[in-house]
């Protein structure tokens, strides 16, 4: 008896998950291997990875588009919450994860299989979003992750393929180890490792280094309708597309670059190198606007709610009971979140400059300091009084 008789493998085309395939079937007995690539705009070919997966051994190789989803379900959702894990890293690899376990499950429910693997190791976060995930959506599917047993080295494991016919990289591989999508680009190891050691320029591909960016500011207005982005300068935009803009603008202007060292939930901390401009932007744009658009108490509240549902993210916890019950308080705080912010983008900096909206609550009348004022001063005497009572009395108190 092997540990699962059908599998639907998430795959990437690299050698790690192509190893997956034969190791799956030779060494935990497994029948049939069916393999999901799903494209969330890393902007891999393909074909070539689709073929490579049946070479590899894969009985059924399939390649799905997510990329729709991955903004309109998962990444407006973060934007909306204003989600920074550790105040500064937006979660773009992060919010891939949850997507692709429901991917796989629907597959492994569709083709009838009993189990889903991925090639994480046992020593980063995504192995905790995948597995959490899958067991969330389905309990009675078996998590299968190889890599995490199977204690080959980088050489071992080219080795190993070599056996199946798994060609062994072409490229001297790189010493970074990179994960990209359309919300961004995650770059650790190699000399990164060393928290001193200042990101060489060649890691980054999709913002431009401050030497290169344009001598001159560009503006944009960026619309926001219900708290959801939806057009850049004046011009509607559909999702993807959205993104894949404000990627290009904003990285043009080397903004979206994030240099951390972060706490991973396993307990590792662990440098890493983030781009993700349309993101970056997005989140302060939105932020800007709901400055504008909600009251004092509701914006305080939600500052506390958006780091409980940025750890919920990182922590692999997207499907649970607490992140739903915090959606159904966030739905509600955006439903005036609507209008526009105006954006100066200037070497590595986006700042606002402007916003408006037909629900602002921001009041001119009570705000101005011409004779247009509507504000009554006297009032806040009495005000006053009552505020700062309990602090008289405690001096009066406690005063040698
Ligand atoms: N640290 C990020 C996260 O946990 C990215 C993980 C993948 N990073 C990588 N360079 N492969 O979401």
Redesign the pocket.
Same mark, same amino acid.
């Given at each position: 008896m092997g540990r699962a008789n059908k599998v639907v493998l998430a795959y990437s085309g690299g050698v790690d998950t192509s190893v997956c395939i034969p190791y799956l079937k030779k060494e935990w007995g497994v029948k049939e291997v069916i393999t999901l690539a799903a494209d969330l705009g890393q902007g891999d070919e393909l074909d070539p990875i689709k073929q490579k997966a049946l070479d590899s051994g894969a009985s059924i190789s399939l390649v799905e588009n997510g990329q729709e989803s991955f903004v309109k379900d998962y990444a407006f959702a973060a934007i909306q919450a204003n989600t920074l894990y550790e105040n500064r890293y937006p979660l773009s690899?992060?919010l891939a994860r949850p997507l692709i376990a429901k991917m796989l499950v629907d597959a492994a429910e569709k083709y009838g299989a009993d189990a889903v693997a991925h090639g994480c190791t046992g020593k980063?976060? !995504?192995q905790v979003r995948f597995d959490v995930s899958i067991m969330a959506l389905n309990p009675s599917i078996k998590v299968l992750a190889p890599a995490r047993e199977w204690g080959m080295g980088r050489e071992e494991t080219i080795a190993y393929g070599e056996q199946f016919g798994i060609p062994s990289p072409v490229k001297k591989s790189s010493p970074y $180890? +990179? !994960?990209r999508n359309l919300l961004g680009r $995650? +770059? %650790?190891a190699g000399p990164l490792e060393d928290p001193m050691m200042e990101p060489p320029e060649e890691i980054f591909a999709m913002t431009k280094a401050i030497a290169d960016t344009p001598n001159e500011p560009e503006y944009i207005e960026i619309g926001f309708d219900g708290g959801i982005p939806t057009s850049v300068n004046g011009t509607s935009l559909p999702p993807v597309e959205l993104i894949t803009q404000l990627n290009a603008i904003a990285g043009n202007h080397g903004i979206g670059r994030i240099d951390m060292i %972060?706490n991973r939930v396993v307990g590792i901390k662990s440098r %890493?190198i983030y781009e993700a401009p349309a993101l970056l932007l997005l989140i302060q744009a939105h932020r800007d606007l709901e400055s504008l658009t909600l009251t004092a108490d509701v914006t305080q509240y939600k500052r506390g709610v958006e780091d409980t549902y940025a750890n919920l993210i990182y922590q692999g916890l997207w499907y649970s009971p607490l992140k739903e019950s915090l959606d159904a308080f966030i739905q509600k705080t955006q439903e005036r979140v609507t209008g526009i912010v105006r954006v100066k983008l200037f070497k590595g900096s986006a700042r606002i400059v402007g916003r408006r909206s037909d629900y602002s609550i921001y009041s001119p009348d009570l705000a101005t300091y011409t004779a247009d004022d509507q504000f009554d001063h006297k009032a806040a005497e009495g005000f006053i009084y009552i505020w700062g009572l309990p602090t008289r009395v405690w001096s009066e108190k406690t005063r040698k």
């Amino acid at each position: 008896m092997g540990r699962a008789n059908k599998v639907v493998l998430a795959y990437s085309g690299g050698v790690d998950t192509s190893v997956c395939i034969p190791y799956l079937k030779k060494e935990w007995g497994v029948k049939e291997v069916i393999t999901l690539a799903a494209d969330l705009g890393q902007g891999d070919e393909l074909d070539p990875i689709k073929q490579k997966a049946l070479d590899s051994g894969a009985s059924i190789s399939l390649v799905e588009n997510g990329q729709e989803s991955f903004v309109k379900d998962y990444a407006f959702a973060a934007i909306q919450a204003n989600t920074l894990y550790e105040n500064r890293y937006p979660l773009s690899t992060a919010l891939a994860r949850p997507l692709i376990a429901k991917m796989l499950v629907d597959a492994a429910e569709k083709y009838g299989a009993d189990a889903v693997a991925h090639g994480c190791t046992g020593k980063g976060n !995504d192995q905790v979003r995948f597995d959490v995930s899958i067991m969330a959506l389905n309990p009675s599917i078996k998590v299968l992750a190889p890599a995490r047993e199977w204690g080959m080295g980088r050489e071992e494991t080219i080795a190993y393929g070599e056996q199946f016919g798994i060609p062994s990289p072409v490229k001297k591989s790189s010493p970074y $180890s +990179i !994960d990209r999508n359309l919300l961004g680009r $995650s +770059i %650790e190891a190699g000399p990164l490792e060393d928290p001193m050691m200042e990101p060489p320029e060649e890691i980054f591909a999709m913002t431009k280094a401050i030497a290169d960016t344009p001598n001159e500011p560009e503006y944009i207005e960026i619309g926001f309708d219900g708290g959801i982005p939806t057009s850049v300068n004046g011009t509607s935009l559909p999702p993807v597309e959205l993104i894949t803009q404000l990627n290009a603008i904003a990285g043009n202007h080397g903004i979206g670059r994030i240099d951390m060292i %972060e706490n991973r939930v396993v307990g590792i901390k662990s440098r %890493e190198i983030y781009e993700a401009p349309a993101l970056l932007l997005l989140i302060q744009a939105h932020r800007d606007l709901e400055s504008l658009t909600l009251t004092a108490d509701v914006t305080q509240y939600k500052r506390g709610v958006e780091d409980t549902y940025a750890n919920l993210i990182y922590q692999g916890l997207w499907y649970s009971p607490l992140k739903e019950s915090l959606d159904a308080f966030i739905q509600k705080t955006q439903e005036r979140v609507t209008g526009i912010v105006r954006v100066k983008l200037f070497k590595g900096s986006a700042r606002i400059v402007g916003r408006r909206s037909d629900y602002s609550i921001y009041s001119p009348d009570l705000a101005t300091y011409t004779a247009d004022d509507q504000f009554d001063h006297k009032a806040a005497e009495g005000f006053i009084y009552i505020w700062g009572l309990p602090t008289r009395v405690w001096s009066e108190k406690t005063r040698k």
